[in-house]
């Protein structure tokens, strides 16, 4: 696969997120700061420091680069504990508690799996679990690295390619909750998107009535 092909492996994780959040960080360049996002920088804030570590028994690497030649991916793990015969484990690190809800949750375990095959083409290993740590619970959710998620990897690099590839914004996730937490929402303006959607000349009427406004 080309360079003009590879995807950041976050990339992964906006998608299942939301598409037009991913699509406004990808094809606008697009990214503002909320306090979520300044939470999670600072929960990074370690972890974004290359080095390593032997704790435990374990050689844990802080942001190692990772990629995927086949699927097009590109990015970095936050650790990884290496076991003593060589084998990975990656381990994510988020911001907030570790009791999301569960679409969300999914959003997350996507990120982390695409971290697990990079690994494994990486070091001839096979990866079949790995953990995402939540900051603010101080805990860490270990997720399987089975086939259905392994699948839903190259599904969702496929979505982002076609997405790049058309060069069009993807309407507004419909789960209206995930919209409250977006720092995009400013940009995105889902509830105009909506009401397009619902009543299409209506709403155009009160979009140009609140611009003229």
């Not at 999914?106 to 083409?121: F, I, K, M, S, T």
């Not at 270990?142 to 690099?157: K, M, N, P, Q, Y």
Request: hydrophobic residues 40%; proline residues 6%; aromatic residues 6%.
């Amino acid at each position: 696969m080309s360079a003009a092909d590879t995807l950041p492996i976050s990339a992964l994780q906006h998608w299942a997120y939301c598409p037009r959040q991913c699509g406004l960080i990808l094809l606008e360049q697009a990214f503002d700061d909320d306090v979520n996002t300044l939470r999670g920088q600072a929960v990074h804030a370690l972890v974004d420091r290359p080095g390593f570590e032997v704790r435990r028994g374990l050689r844990v690497e802080r942001a190692l680069p990772l990629f995927h030649d086949d699927l097009g991916l590109l990015g970095k793990a936050d650790t990884v504990e290496f076991e003593a015969d060589g084998t990975p484990y990656p381990v994510e690190y988020k911001q907030g508690s570790r009791h999301k809800a569960a679409a969300v949750a999914a959003c997350d375990d996507l990120q982390l799996a695409a971290q697990a095959l990079c690994l494994e083409e990486m070091t001839g290993r096979s990866v079949p679990e790995g953990a995402l740590y939540y900051a603010s619970s101080k805990r860490r959710r270990v997720v399987a690295i089975d086939a259905a998620l392994r699948a839903h990897v190259a599904e969702t690099a496929n979505d982002v390619r076609a997405m790049l590839q058309g060069g069009r914004l993807p309407p507004p996730t419909t789960q209206h909750s995930r919209c409250r937490g977006c720092s995009l929402r400013d940009r995105c303006q889902p509830e105009a998107w909506r009401r397009l959607a619902v009543a299409p000349a209506e709403a155009l009427f009160e979009i140009g009535h609140d611009e003229a406004a």
